[in-house]
């Protein structure tokens, strides 16, 4: 018996002319023959196939295999030295915590929001936001590990039988793999818990990434202690706006849940993929997987959201930006070396967020700051500080994408309300008042009291003439 194609029926192979045929067929060329030789020719022993399939997997629950994510996302990190935190380290976080809110107390009214400090290594980063990643990613994953199954014919997936719960496995072993290359780059480029505009990390919890504020503080001509305020100042401000402005955590990870569930994928590119799988070749999937292998595709209504969404990422990071601004004007010579560094660094990017971007279809760093900045600070030049932050009382007060055109707009021709002195306030609701309760009167008269408008008014009482 051989292995050629024309040995085994195509009604046989279940996969055939599916994405899955080469994918499958490539499992198979380094499995036992069952009629002798090497593999390779044709699809494999389905029980065989099972089997090799199982061994790659663990079990897990959802779209994404998550311990598979951490420990891809963990190794990467190892690649490179990321020594664990120490008492100095975190000492000295939390004491530029804490002069950062004191600074930021003349700039805003909106209390500090930092419960906790924390110094972490990139190891700590990936465990404290892994939850919250978790979320975010979980609505695009249904549909993109859900597009393996659909895209079998209907044939092919009674003949698959339980396959297909193995193959929505293997979906989500190599989604998870992705996630994990993704949050470990980003791992070593983050400074801070909330350095991509998301609340990522525990609630109230302040924190920077000490190996990465020291590789980012050695580029630039300012000294480590002000980079290291710089960045608190910062981190302390996402605090207090995600902690004092109730709907806005829910709101941002609401839009990213929304914009996942509309998530389609182009089968065609998949079957392209797979046909260049090789299983035996380690870096074969490793490049399908950083060349977007599980891609999403945008739909209009996506794209709709994504707008909604960057504009709400701009207008979080333009206020951050303004606010430490600022607190540092007249307090930190650096400061505005740094705002200059951090806006370029925002601006640019990185290679993992690159990869978050292909894989979830979202840019993380907003490319408006600049103009949302600009919206926040002539706010506030104009009507002081309370005015700006009230803006953020309800989402539909936010600014819009066209607010952020013509940022120094903003509110310029709302009429300023009127200033009133106590006794003008007095006499205003003394009127008020005065008028209420001639209005209730009236409302309060018999309906047969009332005059009739048809009529002439005359000086018979008004109810002469009525038949009793």
Same mark, same amino acid.
């Given at each position: ?372 900045? +600009? #919206?926040?600070?002539? &706010?506030?030049?104009? !009507? /002081?500080? @309370? $005015?700006? %932050? ?37 006499? +205003? #609701?003394?009127?008020? &008042?005065?008028?209420? !309760? /001639?209005? @209730? $009167?009236? %409302? ?25």
């Amino acid at each position: 018996m051989t292995n050629d194609p024309g040995d085994r029926p195509d009604e046989n192979n279940p996969f055939k002319g599916t994405p899955f045929e080469q994918l499958f067929a490539a499992f198979g060329a380094g499995a036992p023959n069952p009629g002798g030789g090497a593999g390779g020719q044709g699809m494999p022993d389905l029980s065989a196939l099972m089997s090799q399939v199982q061994q790659m997997m663990t079990p897990y629950e959802g779209s994404v295999n998550w311990n598979l994510a951490k420990d891809v996302a963990r190794s990467t990190v190892a690649q490179e030295p990321d020594p664990s935190t120490n008492d100095q380290e975190n000492s000295r976080v939390a004491e530029a915590l804490r002069l950062a809110d004191h600074w930021l107390d003349q700039a805003t009214d909106f209390p500090s929001g930092v419960n906790a400090a924390a110094a972490w290594s990139r190891a700590e980063w990936i465990e404290e936001t892994v939850a919250v990643w978790r979320r975010l990613v979980e609505p695009v994953a249904e549909h993109v590990v859900g597009a393996i199954g659909d895209a079998l014919p209907e044939e092919a997936r009674t003949m698959a039988g339980p396959l297909l719960g193995m193959l929505g496995k293997a979906g989500g072993a190599m989604f998870g793999s992705q996630v994990g290359q993704a949050l470990g780059g980003l791992a070593g480029e983050v400074l801070t818990a909330s350095d991509v505009g998301l609340p990522l990390g525990p609630v109230g919890k302040a924190a920077l990434v000490t190996a990465n504020v020291r590789e980012f503080a050695a580029g630039l001509d300012v000294a480590e202690d002000d980079v290291v305020l710089y960045l608190a100042l910062r981190e302390a401000a996402h605090q207090r706006l995600f902690s004092h402005v109730p709907w806005l955590s829910a709101h941002l990870l609401a839009a990213v849940e929304d914009y996942g569930r509309g998530t389609t994928i182009d089968v065609s590119k998949i079957e392209s993929k797979m046909s260049e799988l090789d299983p035996m070749n380690p870096a074969s999937l490793q490049q399908a997987l950083e060349g977007g292998l599980f891609e999403p595709e945008q739909t209009p209504a996506q794209q709709a959201a994504l707008s909604r969404l960057e504009t709400t990422l701009a207008l979080v990071e333009g206020w951050v930006d303004e606010v430490v601004g600022q607190a540092t004007v007249s307090r930190m010579p650096a400061a505005a070396k740094m705002q200059e560094a951090v806006r370029r660094r925002r601006a640019a990017g990185g290679p993992a967020e690159s990869t978050f971007a292909a894989l979830v279809g979202l840019e993380l760093r907003p490319r408006r700051l600049r103009d949302a900045s +600009a #919206l926040w600070g002539s &706010l506030r030049s104009r !009507e /002081g500080h @309370q $005015a700006r %932050d009230a803006v953020w009382a309800h989402p539909d007060l936010l600014p819009s994408p066209a607010d952020l055109d013509d940022p120094l707009g903003f509110r310029e021709h709302t009429e300023e309300p009127q200033v009133l002195t106590d006794a003008e306030f007095d006499v +205003a #609701l003394n009127e008020l &008042l005065d008028q209420a !309760e /001639g209005d @209730q $009167a009236e %409302d309060d008269q018999p309906e047969g009291d009332q005059p009739d408008g048809d009529q002439p008014e005359t000086d018979q009482p008004k109810d002469e003439g009525n038949d009793r």
